[in-house]
Nanobody
Framework: QVQLVESGGGLVQPGGSLRLSCAYS????????MGWYRQAPGKQRERVAG???????NYADSVKGRFTISRDNAENTVYLQMNSLKPEDTGVYYC?????????WGQGTQVTVSV
């Protein structure tokens, strides 16, 4: 069983920054790739960032150069640093493994980018 708890969202103006955290527990280990996923209003959930092993990362084109995913294995936490936020970054952000473990989604954290 897996538990995922996201936090750090909020309301921010365009151009601002947020740092999201995801605390995980259960059967997730340092060798498991982790990702951040976003569900924008009226759209399907999509993966925006992934971290594999020690240093390999990939990003959706829409966030490349603005978002950074990182991980602290000692703390069982995955982070998403989001800079230069745009209104189109608005959505609920979730973390999960890669590939996703269906049925293991947390409650997510809401990010709203607006003036």
């Amino acid at each position: 069983q897996v538990q995922l708890v996201e936090s750090g969202g909020g309301l921010v103006q365009p151009g601002g920054s947020l740092r999201l955290s995801c605390a995980y527990s259960g059967s997730i280990f340092s060798r498991n790739p982790m990702g951040w996923y976003r569900q924008a209003p009226g759209k399907q959930r999509e993966r925006v960032a992934g971290i594999y092993g020690g240093s390999t990362r990939n990003y959706a084109d829409s966030v490349k150069g603005r978002f950074t995913i990182s991980r602290d294995n000692a703390e069982n936490t995955v982070y998403l640093q989001m800079n230069s936020l745009k209104p189109e970054d608005t959505g609920v952000y979730y973390c999960n493994t890669i590939p996703v473990r269906a049925g293991s989604w947390g409650q997510g954290t809401q990010v709203t980018v607006s003036v």
